[in-house]
Structure formats: C-alpha cells, structure tokens
C-alpha cells in the first residue's frame, strides 16, 4: 500500500490537501488555513507547513485578526517558536 489511506493525486493542491489529512485538523483549523491560502494566493499551498514566514504574514492581516491566537499555536506546534 504505497499511498495509505492518501490517494495518489498528484499537485499541489492534492499535496495540501493530503497534509491537512495527514495533521487531522478539525474544521475550524482547516477552514482558516483554506482562508490564508486563499487570501494571499499561494500557488503552493503545502508552502503554508514549511514556510513560517506565511503564518507571520497572516498574523499581520486584517482578515485575521480574530483567529490571531490559534495561528499562534500552529506556528509554535509546527516551527517551535513563538511569533
């Protein structure tokens, strides 16, 4: 079974999406992380898991104002620093 419970898509939508599975975020986190691909139209979405920069850009943003703390907690659980 090379691909486990993953299909294998090929992409990089396919590539987010299947790391989103991987993480098993919950729809709250998914639909944020969808939001911040979305607003700064990463042609790269998986970008968002390696590049911290994206989380320190969506901390800034108007849109994201509110949701400030729980991208906080996922650059720290991903990065292991604190922005």
Same mark, same amino acid.
């Given at each position: @079974?090379? $691909?486990?419970? $993953? =299909?294998?898509?090929?992409? &990089?939508?396919?590539?987010?999406? *299947?790391?989103?599975?991987?993480?098993?975020?919950? !729809?709250?986190?998914?639909?944020?992380? *969808?939001?911040?691909?979305?607003?700064?139209?990463?042609?790269?979405? =998986?970008?968002?898991?390696? *590049? @911290?920069?994206?989380? !320190?850009?969506a901390?800034? &943003?108007p =849109? $994201?104002?509110?949701?400030? *703390?729980?991208? !906080?907690?996922?650059?720290?659980?991903?990065?292991? !620093?604190r922005?």
């Open positions: @079974m090379p $691909f486990g419970i $993953f =299909s294998p898509k090929v992409g &990089h939508q396919a590539l987010y999406n *299947d790391l989103c599975k991987l993480h098993g975020f919950d !729809r709250p986190v998914k639909a944020l992380l *969808d939001q911040i691909v979305q607003t700064f139209d990463l042609k790269q979405p =998986s970008l968002i898991f390696v *590049d @911290m920069k994206v989380l !320190r850009k901390i800034t &943003h =849109s $994201f104002v509110a949701q400030e *703390d729980l991208i !906080r907690e996922l650059c720290f659980k991903w990065f292991g !620093r922005i």
